[in-house]
């Protein structure tokens, strides 16, 4: 089944310490979509790709970052997290000017 | 049971009973709308949209009603069953904003049996 995959499912880093979160599709979709989602709150979306192009929200930390070799992946880059990064990450993608969204199972963040 | 999403984060129903989860919006240039459903440890899943030239649109046992009006959009759950225990997000799309949504604050829905 084509789906959007997130690796890995429960991911602990230490303050500080660098991390990075895989995201992969099998949908062939053009856009790709990073959100984060603390505790009981809507998802807030960090960036998106638009094929190549990059578009970061103007709220974004500087402390995240993304990559996106090629379509069926992206990852989200966390440069120097805090214990404010604690948060489920969740990647989405869709396709062309649609505006549904598929999104993966999210990758849950600790950081001690 | 009704709720209003922004001021009752939480609704509970009977199983077998009618759900309606209410959620407002501000932004007149919003032109889509579409519901989530997020169950615990994963991610939201789709479960119906509308476009701004409806006012109804009904899928299996869910149906979305927008009033343009008072700027408000409902999820109607027929018949509801444990399964449907979750989180339920409205998220919005404005012309010109690309494939940006921007998410409302979500309704847990528990389901009593």
């Known amino acids: 089944d084509a789906m959007v995959i997130q690796n890995p499912r429960y991911q602990v880093t230490q303050f500080g310490k660098p991390v990075t979160l895989s995201c992969s599709q099998t949908?062939?979709?053009?856009?790709m979509y990073w959100y984060q989602q603390k505790s009981s709150q809507a998802p807030k979306l960090l960036f998106h790709?638009?094929?190549?192009?990059?578009?970061n929200e103007a709220d974004t930390p500087d402390n995240f970052q993304s990559r996106r070799p090629n379509t069926s992946f992206c990852f989200l880059d966390i440069r120097s997290p805090g214990l404010g990064d604690a948060a489920m990450y969740l990647c989405?993608?869709?396709?062309?000017?649609?505006?549904?969204?598929?999104f993966g199972p999210g990758t849950r963040l600790t950081v001690t | 049971g009704e709720s209003v999403g922004l001021h009752l984060p939480t609704l509970s129903v009977q199983e077998g009973d009618n759900s309606i989860i209410n959620c407002a919006y501000s932004?007149?240039?919003?032109?889509?709308f579409i519901w989530y459903k997020q169950e615990s440890g994963k991610g939201p899943q789709f479960i119906i949209d509308?476009?701004?030239?409806?006012d109804k649109r009904q899928g299996q046992r869910v149906t979305v009603l927008l009033n343009k009006t008072v700027k408000h959009l409902s999820l109607q759950i027929a018949a509801t069953q444990p399964g449907d225990s979750a989180v339920y997000f409205c998220a919005e799309a404005i012309t010109g904003g690309g494939n940006k949504l921007t998410f409302g604050t979500g309704t847990q829905l528990k389901v009593e049996l």
């Open positions: 989405a993608t869709s396709r062309g000017n649609s505006r549904e969204q598929y």
């Open positions: 509308i476009r701004s030239n409806m």
């Open positions: 790709y638009y094929d190549k192009d990059f578009n």
């Open positions: 949908l062939n979709h053009n856009v």
């Open positions: 932004n007149s240039a919003s032109d889509y």
